[in-house]
């Protein structure tokens, strides 16, 4: 009896796993895996394998100018809102660490980002965007087609990315600057570290496991951006605002070409693994853990 509760003991915890094991199997694990297949296969519009194409399908997504043109928009992309964003939250949680009377009010509006869909947020800046009715052409006294000029596309999509990022990012960062021990950081006031140096010697790094967490957190989010431009460019003009997600959805939605689909599905999480894995070597360097 008491070699039948060891065991039954041992087994629990794993018994307490399986629902998130089998979570994660059927929806995350198998479907990866049979992407992966299909990828080298040629398939028909209906996904039936048709004929093994091993890496053929590889060449042809690497050669395809509209799907470098993705990555490079994806790269600038991620490249631009995540450190923009992660440092106007910081800034806005430093001026909101000290509690004050008026502490909840601007609290939620720094957050209020984060609580809004991204349909509404489209909605929104679509019309503050608009060339004819818009407030920023009427603020600087501009005729910009903010999201229909190639020039200007991109970097009207960040901008609306940015201030969603801004929301999650300043919770988080407002919760660990407050969670800072206070006598730390009035030994390092009384030796003479402040100002900016306060931040970058002491603050920053007792604060950087949960930047880390935030770092990851956006790269994955922005190398898999596309709410936005789906909503409101749907990649345009001339793929100036495609990402390597749109380009995936254009040509599995939108041309049923899977072929395509699969294999540039494959080559976007390789890049996110790169990113992901040259972050993990940040981490044991930059990051400290009390």
Request: aromatic share 14%; charged share 15%; hydrophobic share 50%.
């Amino acid at each position: 009896m008491n070699h039948a509760k060891r065991i039954g003991r041992k087994i629990e915890p794993y018994l307490y796993l399986l629902p998130a094991f089998v979570f994660l199997i059927g929806f995350v694990y198998y479907p990866f895996v049979k992407n992966g297949w299909l990828s080298l296969n040629i398939v028909n519009q209906f996904r039936n394998i048709k004929e093994f194409a091993g890496l053929r399908n590889y060449v042809r997504v690497l050669t395809d100018p509209e799907f470098l043109q993705a990555i490079g928009n994806t790269f600038i992309y991620a490249l631009v809102t995540i450190p923009v964003s992660m440092v106007i939250a910081y800034l806005l949680a430093c001026l909101a660490r000290k509690k004050r009377k008026a502490s909840l009010v601007y609290e939620v509006l720094f957050a209020l980002s984060m609580a809004t869909s991204d349909a509404v947020i489209a909605v929104i800046f679509q019309l503050m965007y608009n060339d004819q009715l818009g407030v920023l052409n009427k603020l600087f006294g501009t005729s910009i087609g903010w999201l229909t000029d190639p020039k200007y596309a991109l970097m009207s999509l960040m901008i609306i990315q940015i201030w969603h990022n801004i929301g999650y990012n300043f919770l988080f960062m407002l919760s660990s600057l407050r969670g800072l021990p206070g006598e730390v950081l009035e030994s390092a006031n009384l030796d003479g570290c402040t100002g900016l140096r306060l931040h970058a010697k002491v603050m920053l790094p007792l604060i950087s496991p949960m930047l880390f967490f935030l770092l990851l957190k956006d790269i994955a989010y922005g190398m898999t951006v596309s709410s936005f431009t789906l909503i409101l460019t749907g990649g345009g003009p001339n793929g100036s605002t495609q990402t390597i997600i749109t380009y995936i959805y254009s040509k599995a939605i939108t041309s049923t070409n899977f072929n395509y689909a699969f294999s540039a599905t494959m080559v976007g999480f390789a890049i996110s693994a790169v990113l992901i894995s040259l972050s993990m070597i940040l981490e044991k360097k930059k990051v400290h853990y009390a």
